[in-house]
């Protein structure tokens, strides 16, 4: 299949291309990324702090313990996967823009993945895939639609966390038929940014399962979702005070290192 993978610019959508690489090297790849996700709003210092280690000091990071340790992390970057996989990589912003959509229709997708992917697709580019477009949201769909559904549920004293492989159908976020749930039980001791990149693994395996039952010829069945549920923005100040108050912190970058080096050890 010809499948275009639509992901964010940071480690989180990074990890998630790590993860797939195995189902995905038998199709024709083309990845567009984001440059963020929302806004150009000023948001809290704290989630200013953590996009700038999402996006840049979580590579600095890396290369420093391995350069000072022998920890071996097979964790590949953007441009890694390019040079040793072939996969074109390209930023692209304006995916709803006359040149946007030509790029998507020349490709010819059989399938379009989001993951983490920082513009709202509109019908035009929606259209443009044959088996549709899932994404993957860090969250339970329709409780946490939104932005960073992970931090919501643990602020909520949720115990277990969920991703939410989904169609997205129109403009509208977060509400498309659901493919399926992956689950991960909280750990109080962990940060939200480990928790968030620990929801990877059991979602991309949704991603990989729901690949299979298309090559099969077979289509993916979905479940309507159930009620209104609830609509995340970006927290306030106030609000991450209370997150850091039960789990201490957003990230921490070693934390984040040594589960990278776990994910990606195989």
């Known amino acids: 299949m010809n499948i275009v993978l639509l992901l964010n610019n940071d480690i989180a959508s990074n990890l998630a291309l790590n993860l797939l690489l195995p189902a995905l090297q038998v199709h024709n790849i083309k990845v567009f990324l984001s440059s963020k996700v929302g806004g150009n709003s000023t948001r809290p210092q704290a989630l200013q702090e953590l ?3 999402e996006q840049h000091e979580v590579y600095r990071t890396l ?9 071996s992390v097979n964790f590949k970057t953007y441009a890694d996967i390019t040079q040793q996989y072939a996969i074109e990589i390209e930023t692209l912003n304006q995916i709803n823009s006359v040149d946007g959509l030509a790029k998507i229709q020349a490709f010819s997708a059989d399938l379009i993945i989001s993951i983490r992917y920082g513009v709202i697709l ?13 994404n993957l949201h860090s969250g ?7 932005v960073m559904a992970t931090f919501w549920a643990l602020l909520n004293g949720d115990k277990q966390l969920a991703t939410s492989l989904h169609f997205i159908d129109d403009s509208t976020i977060d509400t498309g038929g659901i493919i399926a749930n992956s689950t991960l039980s909280v750990q109080q001791d962990k940060s939200y940014l480990w928790h968030v990149l620990s929801l990877y693994i059991g979602g991309c395996q949704l991603i990989e399962q729901a690949i299979k039952t298309l090559e099969q010829g077979d289509e993916l069945t979905t479940l309507v979702q159930a009620g209104q ?6 927290p306030s100040t106030e ?6 108050r039960c ?3 957003l990230y921490e970058p070693n934390e984040i290192v040594d589960l990278l080096s776990v994910i990606t050890e195989k």
């Open 63 to 71: 290369e420093q313990v391995q350069a000072k340790t022998e920890l």
């Open 122 to 134: 509109k019908p035009p580019v929606i259209a443009l895939s044959k088996q549709g477009v899932i």
């Open 247 to 249: 789990f201490g912190t």
């Open 51 to 53: 996009a700038q280690f």
């Open 229 to 234: 549920g609830h609509y995340f923005t970006f």
């Open 239 to 244: 609000q991450i005070t209370a997150f850091t």
């Open 140 to 146: 339970l769909l329709p409780n946490y639609r939104g």
